[in-house]
């Protein structure tokens, strides 16, 4: 059975930065396509990032340049490191592996001041 546990969100200030963390098990983790999403208060849950099992990333276009998806194979982990916050990137963020659409329980980021 694939499971996904988050963690490292919290509260941070506009122009602050917090790590997302997202460890796999139940999986050949290193043979996977992982994702994030979020999903704003009252709003559907949107893509933000994609990284293959090679390790090459896309992004939200709202993201690119701020966000940077990273895999670790040796620790089973998938990681978001999110810089330069803005207040619309509140939300609960969720990680995915694509091929079982196995999603963890999510963790909450707020942006404010």
């Known amino acids: 059975q694939v499971q996904l546990v988050e963690s490292g969100g919290g509260l941070v200030q506009p122009g602050g930065s917090l790590r997302l963390s997202c460890v796999v098990s139940?999986?050949?983790?290193?043979?996977?396509?992982l994702g994030w999403y979020r999903q704003a208060p009252g709003k559907q849950r949107d893509w933000v990032a994609t990284?293959?099992?090679?390790?090459?990333?896309i992004y939200l276009d709202a993201v690119r340049g701020r966000f940077t998806i990273s895999r670790d194979n040796a620790k089973n982990t998938l990681y978001l490191q999110m810089n330069s916050l803005k207040p619309e990137d509140t939300a609960i963020y969720y990680c995915?592996?694509?091929?079982?659409?196995?999603w963890g329980q999510g963790t909450q980021v707020t942006v404010s001041a």
């Open positions: 139940g999986t050949i983790f290193s043979d996977q396509v």
């Open positions: 990284i293959s099992w090679s390790g090459s990333p």
């Open positions: 995915r592996v694509f091929k079982s659409d196995t």
